[in-house]
């Protein structure tokens, strides 16, 4: 399940997010927030047809993630990637107030998304109004990333069903791993066992 809320100029995307580490094959989910810029479109059919909203271009990420294998709600894995290169996140930034008090820290982020914005290289064309309507909003935006957090994901099921959609990046993930022999094969079954779909690379 996705949430979005979406702005004039800006979208932030929230949903449940499950990781494979290549490196050592451990495992991570919790909630995943990114920003993203909204593409203006051409307008479509009359004053009442609907229209298209597309936010592709991504701007930061929030990753605010438990290790499967650690302390639940200890945020372990929690980082966030304060820029991206095209499409491509920046490395992890393990800052240790995302780790200390994730909910405050993301609050603060979504209270001044200019600046975000700013830091990240990407300074918004016109952000007063989408700066003020994001911080009004930010308590609710915190509520539902709470409700997408690894604590609330109680299961290998759950956390499968939450993250289908992204079935096809976890088999990339799977096929990366450099110990595979790591694996809590257990733990990643739902994905072991759903049918990897073909994947295509975009130019």
Same mark, same amino acid.
């Given at each position: 399940?996705?949430?979005? *809320? ?5 979208? #932030?995307?929230?949903?449940?997010? *499950?990781?494979?580490? @290549? ?15 909204? /593409? ?6 009359? !004053?009442?047809?609907?229209?298209? &909203? ?20 200890? *945020? /372990? ?10 499409? /491509? ?14 909910? !405050? ?7 001044? &998304? ?6 990240? $290289?990407? @300074? ?9 309507? &994001? ?5 609710? #935006? ?11 994901? $109680? ?5 499968? +069903?939450?993250?289908?959609? +992204?079935?096809? %990046?976890?088999? %990339? ?31």
């Amino acid at each position: 399940m996705l949430h979005a *809320f979406v702005y004039n100029d800006t979208a #932030i995307l929230v949903r449940h997010w *499950f990781e494979v580490s @290549p490196k050592d094959s451990h495992l991570e989910h919790g909630v995943r927030l990114e920003l993203r810029l909204r /593409e203006p479109q051409p307008l479509r059919g009359s !004053e009442s047809a609907a229209q298209r &909203i597309v936010a592709d271009r991504p701007v930061w990420r929030a990753d605010l993630f438990d290790r499967v294998d650690g302390t639940p709600g200890a *945020f /372990e894995a929690a980082h966030f990637h304060p820029r991206f290169d095209g499409v /491509e996140p920046c490395e992890r930034n393990w800052a240790d107030a995302v780790k200390a008090t994730p909910w !405050e820290w993301l609050h603060g982020e979504l209270s001044d &998304i200019g600046a975000v914005a700013e830091r990240a $290289g990407v @300074p918004l064309a016109d952000p007063a109004a989408d700066v003020e309507q &994001i911080r009004a909003d930010a308590p609710e #935006i915190v509520a539902v990333a709470q409700s997408r957090a690894a604590a609330q994901c $109680g299961s290998a099921h759950q956390c499968y +069903a939450w993250t289908r959609d +992204a079935a096809p %990046l976890v088999h %990339l993930m799977l096929g990366q791993l450099r110990r595979p022999e790591l694996l809590d094969r257990e733990r990643a079954a739902p994905w072991l066992e759903s049918r990897p779909q073909e994947t295509t690379t975009a130019p």
